[in-house]
């Protein structure tokens, strides 16, 4: 295992596209979590799994945003009807946590999303 | 809400020097202090972390001192070399909903000069 891989790296879209990103997280990990990060920001939390079940939505996660992580394997981010704020990097992270002790995230490289 | 506060935004150091980053906190739940190094174009890496337990820890060039009673930490970069050079993350987790929540910093931007 290589660590968190993520694709595609780099996205250009048109305003009202719809776009979907992929993540593998680290096998041995339980957790995965989305991030955005805009230029200048540090990331902010959009969503969380354990195994296959979304248990966090962050309010910045609007209607127009869906993840899913079927089998508790990979996990996909849709953004539908694109809007030119969505254009930001957007990382995924997974995590080892045993009982309420948690650790460091591993990041992804992130896909950088640019909205025209 | 800025629950972790991070300074400065950006920083010079010469080579050899020593980079001092700084961040304060409000949420006495924290319970794991994280340092995140972050290149252009690459994901955030953990780089080291500390627990609320222990006042410092070292680990090569780089050591996290942590004050818990003035809800303060920082990060000092000894010997800083160009290769240093990077934005660097503080953040902080709690217990939240049964998993650990991040909340990171705005980030320092760190440029180590020749």
């Known amino acids: 295992d290589t660590g968190v891989s993520q694709n595609p790296r780099h996205k250009i879209t048109k305003r009202g596209q719809n776009v979907t990103f992929r993540c593998d997280p680290i096998?041995?990990?339980?957790?995965l979590y989305w991030y955005r990060q805009t230029l200048g920001q540090g990331p902010e939390f959009l969503t969380y799994f354990q195994n296959e079940a979304q248990l966090e939505k962050s309010r910045l996660l609007s209607d127009r945003f869906s993840a899913e992580r079927p089998k508790g394997s990979f996990s996909t981010l849709e953004i539908q009807r694109t809007e030119q704020g969505d254009s930001a990097m957007y990382l995924c992270a997974s995590s080892l946590e045993i009982g309420r002790v948690g650790y460091g995230y591993t990041f992804g490289s992130g896909t950088r999303l640019t909205v025209v | 809400q800025q629950q972790v506060k991070q300074s400065p935004q950006s920083l010079i150091v010469q080579k050899g020097g020593i980079s001092i980053i700084n961040c304060a906190y409000e949420?006495?739940?924290?319970?794991?202090f994280p340092w995140y190094q972050q290149f252009p174009g690459k994901g955030p890496a953990l780089l080291i972390a500390i627990r609320p337990d222990v006042s410092e820890k070292k680990e090569g060039r780089f050591t996290i001192s942590f004050n818990k009673s003035a809800k303060q930490f920082s990060l000092h970069i000894m010997d800083s070399q160009p290769g240093d050079s990077a934005t660097y993350f503080c953040a902080a987790q709690s217990p939240s909903g049964g998993y650990q929540k991040v909340t990171f910093g705005i980030g320092t931007k760190l440029q180590v000069i020749p």
């Open positions: 096998s041995e990990h339980n957790r």
């Open positions: 949420n006495t739940a924290f319970d794991y």
